[in-house]
């Protein structure tokens, strides 16, 4: 069964910068480009009835683009750290389109997020890692610059148990731009994450 989250994705520009940090770090296991990503929220494993009312609700979601922007870098853990990430700036749109994430979600039975939403982009996971490595890596890339990027849509991300992160595929994506009245998802996004369920799709 996948393990879903919603999320942004980061353009290919943005993680070539981001690859530069790559290295210098002692116990890390360094996240794959193509698997850099914004998360808005980690939903889990789910059946594929909550699976295919999760896609619907995401596609009722109305928002324009906004940017989104990269200050510095920093680690979760304190003394024993798990990973280091591109901070990424809280404005208003994506705090509110995540806001709106976590009340779908929850509307729909899922459990709150019991922590407080940090955007950000895992570039490492560092469980091997010594907290003074970790701050002698992050001396060393402080001059980190940032950037930014035009957010055009969130997607619905599936990833299977694997170590590190990734790889993430993109089961649906839901643009933010003016579009008619949403209609329920079709069933075959859902038969995509579950094959078992295939024979339960229509014939086209």
Do not use: C
């Not at 069964?1 to 002692?26: C, H, K, N, Q, Y």
């Not at 304190?78 to 749109?93: C, I, L, M, Y």
């Amino acid at each position: 069964m996948p393990r879903l989250f919603t999320g942004l994705e980061i353009p290919s520009d943005l993680a070539l910068t981001l690859t530069e940090l790559r290295g210098g770090l002692p116990g890390a296991t360094w996240i794959d480009p193509e698997n850099y990503h914004v998360t808005l929220r980690f939903i889990g494993d789910v059946d594929e009835r909550i699976a295919d009312e999760i896609a619907d609700a995401l596609a009722r979601v109305r928002r324009p683009a906004f940017d989104v922007r990269i200050r510095g870098i920093d680690y979760f853990g304190g003394r024993q750290p798990h990973s280091v990430f591109a901070k990424v700036e809280p404005t208003p749109a994506l705090m509110e389109l995540q806001a709106e994430h976590e009340r779908i979600m929850q509307r729909l039975g899922l459990d709150p997020e019991g922590r407080k939403y940090h955007p950000h982009i895992t570039i490492a996971r560092v469980k091997g890692a010594q907290a003074r490595d970790v701050a002698h890596w992050l001396d060393v890339r402080g001059g980190f610059p940032g950037g930014r990027f035009r957010a055009e849509r969130a997607v619905l991300f599936s990833s299977r148990a694997s170590k590190g992160g990734g790889p993430y595929i993109v089961e649906d994506e839901y643009p933010f731009v003016a579009a008619a009245p949403a209609t329920r998802r079709d069933p075959v996004v859902v038969a995509r994450m579950y094959p078992r369920a295939i024979r339960s799709v229509p014939a086209s």
